[in-house]
């Protein structure tokens, strides 16, 4: 059960509907990390954050990650209107979330950016926190489902979008294609893509990328 105080409530309006809603998020100064899988779901002390990554407007049902929850222009708005607010039953995600409430929530967050048609990374990063909470909910059929979406979809993003942002840059994106590779059992397609990181020049300046790359790599030799 999370600690008194553990989680907080954020007043956001929303860029869809207009309305004012509160959402929850966990304090930082609260967050206590005690391990990250390969393909970096962390794991925490108390409450998760992942599980209040996404934004739900509890009167529209207008959905995204946190860091996108604002990038919508007109047309945008107009097609969440129309495909999901004409059809929306209010509901409301705020408080400590279930496992299934998060997943829930992504859920809602892939079928908004697919409306959207929002990029690739972007879509492979909502697919991949579901793996994860599958993963959690120890669910081995959805979790390889999602991780399978990812997958594709940070395939498309390596091959055919600009990947600047920080955390989605080329060598992290081709890290966890291989990742995701070794955990489906593709082993050749999991060497070829942790190959693809290490002949990069530009892995010399992530040692903790370099180094986790190196210890995968070893992993899928010996598996």
């Known amino acids: 059960m999370a600690e008194v105080g553990e989680l907080y409530e ?4 929303c860029p869809v509907c207009g309305k004012e809603f509160k959402t929850s998020k966990v304090r930082l100064s609260k967050l206590r990390l005690v391990k990250r899988d390969s393909d970096f779901l962390p794991y925490y002390e108390g409450e998760n954050p992942v599980f209040y990554g996404v934004f739900v407007c509890p009167h529209c049902g207008y959905s995204a990650l946190e860091e996108n929850f604002t990038k919508i222009n007109f047309q945008g708005r107009e097609t969440i209107k129309k495909e ?5 039953n209010e509901r409301s995600f705020l408080g400590k ?3 299934e409430e998060s997943i829930a929530a992504y859920k809602l967050a892939l079928f908004c950016g697919e409306l959207l048609k929002d990029k690739n ?3 492979g990063n909502i697919c991949i926190r579901l793996g994860w909470l ?6 081995e059929d959805e979790e390889e489902r999602f991780l399978s979406l990812a997958r594709e979809l940070f395939s498309n993003a390596y091959y055919n979008e600009p990947l600047s942002n920080e955390s989605m840059n080329p060598l992290t994106v081709a890290y966890l294609i291989g990742e995701i590779s070794r ?9 070829k893509w942790f190959n693809t990181v290490l002949k990069d020049p530009e892995i010399k300046d992530n040692i903790a990328l370099e180094k986790m790359v190196r210890e995968q790599w070893q992993v ?4």
Not at 10 to 13: A, P
Not at 84 to 88: H, L, V
Not at 183 to 191: K, N, P, S, T
Request: glycine letters at 2%; a positive charge.
């Open 10 to 13: 954020k007043k956001l309006n």
């Open 97 to 99: 979330r279930t496992i």
């Open 84 to 88: 999901i607010s004409s059809k929306w």
């Open 134 to 139: 599958n993963r959690l909910k120890e669910d």
């Open 121 to 123: 990374y972007e879509l």
């Open 183 to 191: 955990r489906m059992g593709d082993r050749d397609e999991a060497i």
């Open 220 to 223: 899928v030799k010996e598996e």
